[in-house]
């Protein structure tokens, strides 16, 4: 294996930090929008729900592209300079999970809305404390969305090569390292680096599921 020990850590460390931030973001926002979507009538939602489940298909290099447009020097956000920064491509990896948590949300939701805001209702509750019972009742599937979205940016490899770049020590991470290595014909360091990548969502996975079965 060609690369360091301390390398593969700190490249590990990097593809956590953005996977991460970028689930964290993602779920701030495809949380509530999941839960509120899931609560409506049929006919109020069936437009955002197609275009939510359309979403979890985005081609990973479009969404690259299309932050590469925005965040290049000659783009409308060129002058924040964070082209080729680990942010940028927290904001991309962010967009692609959303939809996974926002769609496995709503069709979580949708399937308790009706009994549960006719007991939260009947209780004397307002439309908030349905919402919020809603989202308690449905943590343990909201635990499988936040897994699908955090899936989705840690094993996301175009759109952080296209805003990111692949720079060492710089915006490096696991998924982009395999390839690198691969490429280089270093499949000794690719089959470490993708079994990194596999524990590094397999400890992330189990913590997720350990957090939802408790009450």
Same mark, same amino acid.
């Given at each position: 294996?060609?690369?360091?020990?301390?390398?593969? *850590?700190?490249?590990?460390?990097?593809?956590?930090?953005?996977?991460?931030?970028?689930? &964290? &973001?993602?779920?701030?926002?495809? !949380?509530?929008?999941?839960?509120?979507? *899931?609560? #409506?009538?049929? #006919?109020?939602?069936?437009?955002?729900?197609?275009?939510?489940?359309?979403?979890?298909?985005?081609?990973?290099?479009?969404?690259?592209?299309?932050?590469?447009?925005?965040?290049?020097?000659?783009?409308?956000?060129?002058? !924040?300079?964070?082209?080729?920064?680990? !942010?940028?491509?927290? &904001?991309?990896?962010?967009?692609?999970?959303?939809?996974?948590?926002?769609?496995?949300?709503?069709?979580?939701? $949708?399937? $308790?809305?009706?009994?549960?805001? #006719?007991?939260?209702?009947?209780?004397?509750?307002?439309?908030?404390?349905?919402?919020?019972?809603?989202?308690?009742?449905?943590?343990?599937?909201?635990?499988?969305?936040?897994?699908? *979205?955090?899936?989705?940016?840690?094993?996301?490899?175009?759109?952080?090569?296209?805003? *990111?770049?692949?720079?060492?020590?710089?915006?490096? @991470?696991?998924?982009?390292?395999?390839? !690198?290595?691969? #490429?280089?014909?270093?499949?000794?360091?690719?089959?470490?680096?993708?079994?990194?990548?596999?524990? @590094?969502?397999?400890?992330?996975?189990?913590?997720?599921?350990?957090?939802?079965?408790?009450?």
């Amino acid at each position: 294996m060609t690369l360091a020990w301390a390398e593969v *850590g700190e490249i590990a460390a990097r593809s956590l930090g953005v996977a991460g931030a970028a689930t &964290l &973001l993602a779920a701030l926002f495809g !949380l509530p929008l999941g839960v509120w979507l *899931g609560s #409506r009538p049929r #006919r109020g939602r069936m437009g955002a729900q197609v275009v939510l489940y359309a979403g979890m298909g985005l081609p990973p290099v479009v969404v690259g592209l299309l932050f590469y447009f925005l965040l290049s020097r000659s783009g409308p956000l060129g002058g !924040l300079g964070l082209l080729f920064t680990p !942010l940028a491509m927290v &904001l991309a990896e962010a967009v692609l999970a959303f939809p996974m948590i926002a769609g496995f949300t709503l069709a979580a939701v $949708r399937v $308790r809305a009706e009994g549960v805001r #006719r007991l939260v209702r009947g209780l004397g509750g307002s439309e908030r404390q349905v919402l919020a019972t809603l989202l308690w009742e449905s943590r343990r599937p909201i635990v499988a969305a936040l897994a699908a *979205g955090f899936g989705a940016a840690i094993s996301e490899v175009g759109a952080a090569t296209i805003v *990111g770049g692949d720079i060492r020590f710089h915006t490096r @991470v696991l998924t982009t390292a395999v390839v !690198l290595e691969t #490429r280089k014909g270093e499949l000794e360091s690719a089959l470490a680096l993708g079994a990194v990548l596999l524990g @590094v969502t397999l400890i992330v996975t189990a913590i997720l599921v350990v957090w939802g079965e408790r009450r």
